[in-house]
């Protein structure tokens, strides 16, 4: 679903990305880790093409990332699920609106948005807040409308760029437990974090970068400075 092909990606000739191979199934659930500035944020923004590498290739579910126009990134941000640190909500719409921003854009039938957002809300247990704006809730809970949002239109990639880097360390662990049921549905699950407590406890699939290589990946793995303790 995910792949990467001698993947290189430099800024102002200082390398930030060298030689990435990497293969990332349907279905499957992947940590992302490494310390600030191994290239973690930086292979992200290649895969939801905030960036395009300077050599080598870029794939999600067959589409070639590194050939896109301007004009279709949109297209292919739509087939993708993103979640981001800092929510990023819309401050005037409620919960429900929020969600369901993305199927008003692509114009799908108000009675199947109606649906489609309340299952996405049942999914993060949110249904109780759907009416609610996100002042008025807390850091997980707009997290959760985050993830909701992300999901609302069944994509089979989603990805997940330091979601628990705001949260305390119980509503961190609640959320990423959260994007592993989720993966459990067949969605594709490549989360990018420092948080070494939850990458621990889960034991699922690490893939270590360091100076902008990929230094281990390992299936069950741990964060990789505990690894190599």
Partial sequence: MIQLQNVYKEYGG???LVNINLSIGLGEFAFLVGPSGAGKSTLMRLLYREETPN?????I???NLTRLTNKQVPLLRR??????QDYKLLASKTVFENVAYILRALGVPENEVQRRVSSALCVVNLEDKSQDFPDELSGGEQQRVGIARAIVNGPPVLLADEPTGNLDPN????????LERISQRGTTVLISTHDQLIVNALRRRVISLS???IVS???SGLYELEAKS
């Fill in 61 to 63: 579910g067959g589409i």
């Fill in 211 to 213: 100076k902008g290589q």
């Fill in 217 to 219: 990946d390992v299936d």
């Fill in 79 to 84: 087939r993708l699920g993103i979640v981001f």
């Fill in 171 to 178: 509503t961190s662990l609640e959320i990423v437990q959260l």
């Fill in 14 to 16: 200082r390398p930030a």
């Fill in 55 to 59: 050599r080598g290739t870029v794939m």
